[in-house]
Structure formats: C-alpha cells, structure tokens
C-alpha cells in the first residue's frame, strides 16, 4: 500500500473544474515533482491532497501508515505573512502544533525538536529574528524547518524555490534532496523542468494532457519531450 | 493626587477603573490577531451592528435587550471572520457594508417607531460613548470582571493555536488544527467583548481599543509574544491613565484613553523609527 493513491481525482472550484481523472500514487521514499502550465491546478491539487478543500470528485486514500495530520506543507507565500511579527523560533514550533492534541502548550520535547529542524536547515543563529526582516531564501527555510517539525515522514512542497537566485535555488534543491535521502518523501510543486529532471524520481504532468510515470518514462514520452522543448525555447527567449 | 485619592473613595470611580481596564485589556489581546487578519474595524462594524440589534429591541419594546443584541452581534462577527481570506467581497468591504448599512437601518427604524423624545442624544450616546462608565452598577461590573477572566483565560490556554492560526491558516489545517473551530472562538468572543464595552464604554472607543495598541507595539516589537504582551500592557495603562485624568479634568471618558493611546502610538512610532525598525 502506497503513503498516498489518488483514483479518478477532479478538482476545481464551486462548478469550474481545474483537473479531471487524475490517478498516481506515491510510495515511501519517492521524490514526485509536479509540472505543468500557469493556472493547470498544481497547488489546488495540492490543497485537495491536504483536505484544505474537497474533491469534486474521486478518492484520495491515505496507508502504509501515513495519518492525515502527519503531512509537512509548505505553502506558496500569502499576504498576511508578509507584516506579521513572529520570530522565527515562534513559527517553526508551531509546526508542532499537529503534535499537541489537546494539550495547549508545547512540551519540551517539541521544542528541542524545533531546534534539531531549525540547526538542520541552518538558521539556528536567526532563531530570535523577525521572519518578515528575512531575506527570500531564509524564509523558505524557516517555512521548511516548520514543515519538518510536522512530519517525519512526507512534505509538500509548493514552488519551494520560487524568487530565489540561482545559487540559493541550487542550495535548496540539495537540502530537499538530502531529506529525501534521509527517508523523507516528497512531493514538489516546480516550473524549474531540468532540476525536476535531475531530482525527482517521479513526474506527475497536469494540463491539457496528463502523464503519470517515472522521471526516463516522462523524459521519452510525447509529452514530456514537448515540454521540455518549449520550456527551454521560453528560457532563451525570456 | 490628593483629589485623587478623594475621588477613589467614591465606589463609581473605582467600578469605571476596573471596567475600563478590563476591556482594554480584553480587546487589546485580541487586537492583534484582529490587525493582522485585516479586521481592524470589526470593532467599529460590530458595534453598528449591535446598535442596529438594539433599534429593533427597541421596537419591540423587549425588556432585555441583550436577548437579541448578543445574538445578532455573534452571528455577524461569526459571518464576517468566517468569509475571511476566500471570500469574494474582502473583509474590509464586507466590514464596512455591515457597518454602515446595520448603522442606516437602526436610525431608520429608530426614527420610524421612536419612543423616545431624545433621539439624537440616544443615538450619539450609543456611538460616542455616553458618561455611562461612571454610572456602573456592581452587578454590571461582576458581570464584565467575570467575562473578562473567561476572555484572558481562553486567550492564554489557546494563545499557540491563535498564533498558528492568525499566521497560516492552511498550515494549520494541513497539521489537523481545526481552524474554523479556532476562528469561531474568536469571532464570538470579539463579539462578547463589544456588546460588553458599547454598552459601557461607547462604539469609538473599542475600535481604538482594539487598533491602537496593537499598531504601537507593532512598531516596537518583532515577536507575536512580545507584541502581544506590550499592546496589553501599552492599553491597561492607556485605559487607566485615560479614565483618571478625564475624571480629573472633566473630559469624557471614551475620547481621553482615546487620546492617550494616539500619543503612544506616536511616541512608539518615534521609538521605533529611532530603533531603525
Ligand atoms: N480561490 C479560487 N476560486 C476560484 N478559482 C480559483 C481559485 N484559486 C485558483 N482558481 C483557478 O483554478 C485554476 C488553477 O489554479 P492553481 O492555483 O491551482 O494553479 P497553479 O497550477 O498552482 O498555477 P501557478 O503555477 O501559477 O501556481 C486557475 O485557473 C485559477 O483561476
Ligand atoms: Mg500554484
């Protein structure tokens, strides 16, 4: 049994539907990107795989395990985070919160775990900084050390890299991919089709036409070929 | 001083000073959650609100007005946090339509069914806060001490998931918080809180309860906690400073911690400005 299997999955908002038939699985240990156009459903999709809102159709089943509340989410930035006040320490602890249950406060155990993810994502020494005074890449690594703190076992993450400059892209393609060494699952929202390419172990394609397979099956199918053509024809000409 | 401590004797000046910074510590709590969510004139909406409620109890001639004020305020604050950050009309808009269209409907029907022959005065005691904090009955103040330990207790036992809540709610979700649960909490008790300081304190003074402190802190401070802590502490002392000088003076209650919280978000802006924040 897979961590996560999606069968005949449709989505979209109130009538509009986003995606249809969608079918793919996720096992332990895989690295699943997904790509597709501006406006395909990559992020519905995954707000549909967190519960955040219902499927218009299809199942999502959870196994192997895996318990809703045990998912690490990184979400594309929204407004509100942008004059909060809260420290950094603040918001990786609250990735804890899934751990609490009804107890209201965080117990020590949950804060040294804070700190393991925060040292592990190397922002210990911002600890006691204003997020909203970070620099891009900081922040995705503060929202990436949060996420860990929720999960020890599969992330989400949704254009983890979005903004940043090639060097701290580079950066945190090698930390998501040393926590996929460590047995961590992913599953990456990414427009970045060649570092797909070089890390991912599985593809998912959404838009017009959709592909589910393997990163060599993707890379000699129709589709993939096509859009990896016109993706690069985009790089040189933007 | 000494005609201070003359006035203190006189039971209706120590009930004000309770009151007063009760509910502004109450609202100031909750203030920063509020500014952050975009709600910073839900204060202002729901007090409208809750006069509208109060113009049809009028009406009807009810005895206990409460019965449908609490009600109708709750619901409204609950319909307005509930449409939150999906909604297709934004949150200030959709505060604003209530607030001004509740505002236009109570002196309407006010003016429809008066029974009073001080209309005018009615209505701008109601908004503007009448001298009504200074005539405090015990049992009011019980009731308002009463609430306000439940607000601070609830405040203080769910304070991280208000947090988590406040900073992203789909994260939340994702870790199996349940969020809206969290976003009614807060809606009711904004709602309690109000009701509450109208009736006391006038519909003016709460919105600046709830904006100002948390706005000056804000300009001093980078941790939810200690913005937290500081807009509390920065709105007690307001509410106190406020209630003794106009007791001195003989400036209305509402306008003077008004006041006095205008100067300390300047000063903090000052402050703040010279900290390089
Ligand atoms: N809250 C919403 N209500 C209605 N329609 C929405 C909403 N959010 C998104 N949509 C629509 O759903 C479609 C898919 O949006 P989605 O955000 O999933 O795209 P995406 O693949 O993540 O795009 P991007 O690469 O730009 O992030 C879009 O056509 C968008 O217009
Ligand atoms: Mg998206």
Redesign the interface.
């Known amino acids: 049994m897979a961590f996560i299997t999606v069968t005949d999955l449709s989505l979209g908002y109130d009538t509009q539907v986003v995606a249809c038939d969608l079918n793919f699985s996720v096992s332990k240990g895989d690295y699943l990107c997904i790509v597709g156009e501006n406006g395909s459903g990559k992020t519905t999709l995954m ?1 549909t795989l ?3 809102k219902e499927p218009i159709s299809g199942k999502i089943e959870t196994g192997d395990g895996l318990k ?2 045990e ?1 690490g ?1 990184l ?1 594309q930035q ?1 407004i ?2 942008k ?5 950094v ?3 990786v ?3 804890c ?2 751990r ?1 249950g009804m107890r ?3 117990n020590r155990e949950e804060k040294e775990l804070a700190k393991e993810n925060m040292e592990r994502m190397g922002i210990t020494h911002l600890a ?3 997020y909203r ?1 970070l620099s891009g890449g900081q922040q995705q690594r503060v929202l990436l050390a ?2 860990l703190c ?1 999960t020890r076992k599969i992330l ?1 993450l949704d254009e983890p890299v979005a903004g940043l400059d090639p060097v701290v892209t580079a950066q945190m393609y090698e930390l998501i991919e040393g926590l996929n060494k460590d047995g961590i699952t992913i599953i990456m929202i990414s427009h970045d089709i060649s570092s797909a390419a070089k890390y991912a172990s599985h593809i998912l394609h959404i838009g017009n036409r959709l592909f589910f397979g393997t990163k060599e099956e993707y890379l000699n199918s129709d589709i993939g070929r096509i859009f990896i053509e016109r993706w690069k024809g985009g790089e040189i000409n933007g | 001083m000494d005609k201070l401590i003359v006035y203190m004797q006189y039971p209706f000046v120590r009930y004000a000073l309770i009151v007063g910074i009760l509910i502004a510590l109450c609202s100031s709590l909750l203030g920063v959650t509020l500014v952050l969510k975009r709600f910073s004139f839900i204060g202002d909406g729901l007090s409208h609100v809750a006069f509208g409620a109060m113009a049809i109890a009028a009406v009807f001639q009810l005895t206990n007005k409460m019965m449908i004020i609490l009600p109708v305020t709750i619901l409204s604050a609950v319909l307005l946090l509930r449409t939150g950050q999906n909604a297709k009309i934004k949150g200030d808009a959709a505060i604003a339509m209530i607030s001004v269209g509740a505002l236009a409907f109570g002196y309407l029907i006010m003016n429809i069914f008066s029974t009073s022959s001080n209309l005018t005065g009615d209505v701008c005691s109601t908004l503007f806060g009448s001298t009504s904090i200074l005539t405090l009955t015990s049992g009011e103040v019980w009731v308002c001490t009463i609430l306000s330990i439940v607000v601070v207790l609830l405040f203080v036992l769910f304070y991280n998931r208000i947090f988590a809540v406040t900073f992203d709610e789909d994260f939340s979700r994702s870790a199996g918080t349940k969020a809206d649960a969290y976003n009614l909490m807060i809606a009711i008790i904004i709602a309690v809180i109000i009701v509450l300081a109208m009736n006391l304190v006038g519909s003016l003074l709460i919105s600046a309860l709830v904006i100002f402190p948390a706005l000056s802190s804000m300009r001093l401070f980078k941790s939810f906690k200690s913005v937290t802590i500081c807009s509390a502490i920065l709105s007690v002392v307001c509410a106190f400073a406020g209630i003794v000088i106009s007791i001195l003076a003989g400036t209305p209650v509402g306008s003077t911690i008004v006041a006095a919280d205008v100067l300390v978000f300047a000063i903090c802006h000052v402050l703040g400005k010279i900290r390089g924040v």
């Open positions: 707000k967190l519960h955040l809703e509340n998912i989410y979400p929204t509100v985070q004059d909060f006040p809260a420290s320490r603040e918001i602890l609250s990735g919160q899934g609490c209201p406060f965080y006691g900084c204003c005074e949060r996420a929720a989400l």
